[in-house]
């Protein structure tokens, strides 16, 4: 089975966020990017049924250089070989325009099975994977959390709200995005990262993007919702404060 | 082609509540660009569903019926779905953010060359549509360019919580049953029954006290400090979602989208950032105290009462004050 995997690069978690000049983005100037956690949780799916049923990982990513260390852990972690689309602007573009892009690095691929995350950690949108099924042509499943290979294709554990479930069977080629938690993510290993020095990563150029669709205006600091008391002080004396709260107020004490 | 429509959401004739929330966007936006709201119901056997939004305040009610809609997949709601906006010439399309939209939605807005702006938590004038980047450190305004094909309509999904469901207007609309082309070959999938895991054992729902648990505790050998504190204060302990991805707390002590909602007398957040998918889950918590040492994370934007600080000092030094007062 040749599995491709869509992953992205975002801003590390904990990363401290300011917002661009140009009000319309955040300053990426001393940002650390690491690898999209469901993306993560979808790389691992991939090494996991290629360790199964055989045949191959690719990893792909759309971005700018930045993105190729992220593509480099992943070869580390076993991905046979990467997919680069090098792009420096990504500013203004939309989930179309962006699907778009993967669909043409994918098609001469012609895998059997596309994974990707649920949603990115930055944008949040939550609809590359679905896009790119719908432009490629291929069936779909969102919100998974295992994945089974069948003589007929795939039978996949779906993630409803409320702590329900559900399987769904599908045909091969199909495309399916990843929840986090249905695996334990691997480390690389010092040989891993060693044999990733000799895998390929190919380069190619992504044609025009389309025109956006949606307008990504302005971004700015959300207002508060509620006003909150910040209670200060050591350790000690905001346990205090708390405690009073939980007596007084909440009347939990 | 103008207009508001509202594609709700139902399951073996049983609404999705969110429905009504998105009902009520979607009079709201309707009102605000001084056109008309329409809704769309989608499934089999829907009569029952369909005269009941009759007497809602909607131009008209779109009867979206098929048998081969009786179980949803993506494939029969996107091509039906295509059909129903293409007669209503509806120029908003609303949708409630549901797991289910999340499935089908950005297929059908690709459709139309559109792309959906999924998870709104606000509409202003414009219009302009508010939504949460970086787990919620952001809001982000979208809208639609001035450039953009006006024949293709704007597709919106609403968060759960934004819009009340009571504030739907009543009145009386007419019902238009759409007529439908779709066979069984353009369905690929084939959906299974509903399952849950296993009995839940713990119901957060009813607990009156939570101390909940977030990434910001780092090992797991370090719940422990948070368990004590729970006991102490005799609350059930509870986690946000990547501390049960880690599997150091069972599901089933989840909250969020994924997991529980709760609205506890007292939700005590230790180290949870408070990304969207938590939020949703206990914002309607009568208290919120959160622990967390970053000033800017967005558990505080709902936190009546919050701590700056490292939670492996303020935690036990909270554990010892509540087990002083109780003493």
């Known amino acids: 089975m040749k599995i491709i995997v869509a992953i992205k690069q975002v801003p590390e978690r904990d990363a401290p966020i300011a917002i661009a000049s140009d009000g319309k983005w955040i300053d990426e100037d001393d940002l650390s990017f690491t690898i999209n956690e469901p993306d993560a949780y979808a790389l691992e799916e991939a090494l996991q049924l290629k360790e199964k049923n055989g045949g191959e990982v690719v990893v792909l990513c759309l971005g700018p250089e930045r993105v190729t260390s992220t593509l480099r852990e992943a070869l580390a972690k076993g991905a ?137 205006a302005r971004v700015y600091l959300p207002e508060k919702q509620k006003k909150t008391e910040m209670l200060k002080g050591s350790a000690t004396e905001v346990a205090n404060q708390i405690v009073e709260k939980l007596k007084f107020e909440v009347r939990a004490l | 082609m103008s207009g508001v429509l509202v594609v709700t959401e139902q399951r073996e004739g049983a609404w999705n509540k969110m429905s009504f929330e998105a009902l009520a966007a979607g009079q709201q936006l309707a009102a605000m660009l001084g056109v008309s709201c329409s809704a769309a119901v989608i499934g089999a056997g829907l009569s029952p ?194 501390i049960c991805d880690n599997g150091w707390l069972p599901m089933e002590r989840q909250v969020g989208s994924s997991g529980q909602t709760v609205a506890p007398k007292l939700y005590l957040a230790v180290g949870i950032s408070g990304a969207i998918q938590h939020l949703v889950g206990m914002k309607g918590a009568k208290t919120i105290i959160a622990i967390n040492k970053d000033e800017n994370a967005p558990i505080f934007e709902v936190a009546d009462y919050g701590v700056v600080g490292d939670l492996f000092e303020v935690v036990p030094a909270l554990t010892n004050a509540i087990l002083a007062a109780k003493s």
Not at chain 1, 89 to 96: C, F, H, P, R, S
Not at chain 1, 115 to 139: C, N
Not at chain 2, 49 to 60: G, N, P
Request: glycine residues 6%; charged residues 20%.
């Open chain 1, 80 to 216: 046979d070989r990467a997919i680069h689309v090098e792009l420096d602007e990504l500013a203004g573009l939309d989930t179309l325009a962006v699907a778009k892009m993967l669909a043409e690095a994918i098609r001469p691929e012609s895998p059997d099975l596309i994974l990707t995350g649920l949603q990115s950690d930055d944008l949040g949108a939550g609809q590359t994977g679905v896009v790119l099924a719908e432009l490629l042509g291929i069936p779909h499943a969102t919100i998974i959390m295992q994945v089974e290979k069948t003589a007929t294709g795939l039978r996949v554990k779906r993630e409803l709200e409320d702590g329900w479930f559900q399987h769904v069977e599908m045909p091969l080629p199909a495309l399916l995005t990843m929840q986090s938690g249905g695996n334990k993510l691997r480390y690389a290993t010092l040989m891993g990262i060693k044999k990733a020095k000799s895998k390929e990563t190919a380069t190619v150029s992504p044609g025009e993007p389309a025109a956006a669709a949606i307008e990504l």
């Open chain 2, 49 to 242: 569903l369909t005269t009941e939004l009759a007497t809602r305040k909607l131009a008209q009610v779109f009867s979206v019926q098929h048998d081969l809609l009786a179980e949803y997949t993506a494939d029969g709601y996107v091509t039906a779905l295509e059909q129903a906006i293409q007669q209503s010439g509806a120029e908003y399309v609303l949708f409630p953010h549901t797991y289910q939209v999340r499935d089908f939605a950005p297929a059908l807005a690709t459709r139309f060359g559109q792309v959906l702006i999924s998870d709104v938590i606000a509409i202003h004038d414009g219009p302009v549509f508010v939504r949460q980047l970086l787990q919620g450190k952001l809001n982000a305004d979208y809208r639609k360019p001035s450039a953009a094909s006006p024949q293709a309509p704007c597709f919106v999904s609403v968060q759960a919580g934004t819009f009340r469901a009571e504030s739907v207007e009543s009145g009386e609309a007419a019902i238009v049953a759409v007529e439908l082309t779709l066979a069984s070959n353009q369905i690929r999938s084939k959906p299974g029954e509903r399952f849950r895991e296993s009995a839940q054992t713990v119901d957060l729902a009813a607990a009156p006290l939570i101390v909940s648990v977030g990434r910001g505790i780092k090992e797991e050998e370090n719940i422990a400090i948070v368990q004590e504190l729970a006991d102490a204060l005799g609350a059930e302990l509870a986690a946000s979602r990547p």
